[in-house]
């Protein structure tokens, strides 16, 4: 038996039993099979897409599951798996309770909430947050209101009015992303920048984390913040990848 063989299994993990993951065609999309059979979803739905592109990266996400960590693999080795699941079983049955928690975050979006004054963190919150905010409103048309300090804002009645509106009008895929997105980037807006194609995950990443930027500028270097800051930008380039890959031809 090899050393890689007898490593523990990592928590949560479950033992890869298939040789090779392919994508077959059918008649109304393309669906990854495991050794021939098709991987099934929680809740029994196929692994089926619409897009070849989504579709042979789904397969190429499970061919490398389990390949390392003696043959084990977790649900963080298959990104875009979990965010398909959520677009095929999740949302179709319950768009209305995604909607709401995704509204959540408007009460308490990042990019409203400011550091008080003129020091460089709130000039560097003006110049990388306003942009954003700007486009929401000229695109989406409603009123954002902002704040200095930590103290709850409600935003007006018809501002949320119309990001229910735009939420209701996405998508299953695109409510998907933004179940990733959002948590990661700690802003509803930014979620909204990044589906529409309006902006990098890199550049809105970089936006989100601007305060432990700072923070590290100031103080030197923290792993445990930059290794958060990684995982923040690798959840919202799978989620980027997602939808640009379900869009292809």
Request: negative net charge.
């Amino acid at each position: 038996m090899s050393d890689l063989e007898k490593k523990p299994a990592p928590a949560g993990a479950r033992k890869r039993f298939w040789k090779q993951a392919t994508v077959v065609p059918e008649q109304e999309g393309f669906a990854v099979q495991l050794d021939g059979r098709p991987v099934r979803l929680p809740e029994k739905t196929m692994l089926s897409v619409s897009s070849r592109a989504l579709a042979d990266a789904l397969a190429a996400e499970w061919q490398a599951a389990g390949l390392t960590v003696g043959g084990h693999f977790r649900p963080e080795d298959l990104p875009l798996t979990r965010i398909a699941g959520s677009m095929l079983e999740r949302i179709p049955g319950a768009r209305t309770g995604v909607i709401d928690s995704l509204l959540a975050y408007a009460g308490s979006d990042l990019l409203c909430y400011r550091e008080a004054g003129n020091s460089r963190l709130a000039r560097r919150q003006r110049e990388l947050w306003n942009p954003w905010l700007d486009w929401c409103q000229d695109i989406f048309g409603m009123e954002l209101c902002t704040t200095e300090g930590v103290m709850p804002i409600t935003q007006p009645a018809s501002t949320m009015k119309t990001l229910r509106a735009l939420l209701e009008s996405l998508s299953d895929a695109e409510l998907a992303v933004l179940g990733v997105a959002v948590p990661a980037l700690g802003s509803l807006y930014l979620g909204l920048v990044l589906v529409k194609g309006q902006g990098t995950p890199e550049e809105l990443v970089a936006c989100a984390t601007l305060d432990e930027r700072e923070q590290m500028a100031i103080w030197g270097e923290d792993t445990d913040v930059t290794d958060r800051i990684a995982t923040r930008l690798r959840d919202v380039t799978d989620a980027a990848h997602f939808l640009e890959l379900l869009h292809k031809d």
